[in-house]
């Protein structure tokens, strides 16, 4: 079935570090992958995305990596701020055309930047 | 305010009572999910709308979850005879999906916060 694991499921970086984050999805015909963030108490919120025709995208501090191959995705964030701690959710979607777009989400990783 | 909005954002009820919440898509937006997501868990898929029909469910949606999306723009979500295990945050998230295809980015809601007590 439709499967996402993602690891950590806690980190702890001093500030200026960097921090990965990986995941895992188990379908195949996956060809989107988001990735949330979410601080206590708000919604979830749109960080970065990439599509499986893409192995890599880079959005200032943040990047994330894509092995289609081995299915697995990784967030990168560089230069780490304490503005930065929160919840963070990767996602996967088998997106075709008029036949559903759900989100698969992994389990988070709670990430806390130590000033 | 222009994003998703939920409505109550918290619920309180006693067990084997109905309740209902309503969903507001960001305006245009075709696609609409239903989350729930519980502590230290991400969102899990229940069900979703392309304007006004419901045309995916998630197995494991109990029969006393209902959805409408009844003009193709607001949502209700209603759970009957509620039991404890459904108490959790129920999420609402919007897109606006092209002919086209391409990237189809999911808004979020601030989500309604159930407790059945």
């Known amino acids: 079935g439709e499967n996402v694991e993602q690891h950590p499921s806690t980190l702890s970086v001093q500030e200026g570090d960097s921090a990965v984050i990986k995941c895992t999805y188990s379908?195949?015909?996956?060809?989107?992958f988001p990735w949330y963030k979410q601080e206590l108490g708000k919604r979830p919120q749109l960080i970065i995305d990439i599509r499986s025709n893409v192995g890599e995208k880079k959005d200032q501090r943040i990047a994330v990596t894509l092995n289609k191959t081995a299915k697995h995705f990784s967030l990168h964030i560089t230069e780490t701020q304490p503005e930065d701690s929160a919840v963070y959710f990767c996602a996967a979607r088998r997106a075709v055309y008029n036949q559903g777009g759900k989100l698969i989400f992994g389990q988070g990783t709670e990430l806390s930047v130590k000033p | 305010d222009t994003g998703v909005s939920q409505n109550p954002r918290h619920k309180i009820t006693k067990r084997g009572q109905n309740v209902t919440f309503r969903c507001d898509p960001i305006s245009e937006h075709n696609r609409l999910y239903w989350y729930r997501q519980t502590l230290g868990q991400g969102p899990e898929f229940l069900t979703y709308f392309q304007n006004e029909a419901q045309l995916e469910k998630s197995r494991l949606l109990s029969d006393r979850f209902s959805a409408e999306r009844p003009k193709g723009s607001f949502s209700t979500l209603e759970i009957q005879r509620t039991e404890q295990g459904d108490s959790a945050m129920y999420l609402c998230?919007?897109?606006?999906?092209?002919?086209?295809?391409?990237?189809?980015?999911?808004?979020f809601g601030p989500g309604t916060r159930l407790l059945v007590l």
């Open positions: 998230a919007s897109s606006l999906a092209r002919l086209a295809g391409g990237q189809e980015t999911q808004y």
């Open positions: 379908d195949s015909a996956s060809n989107y």
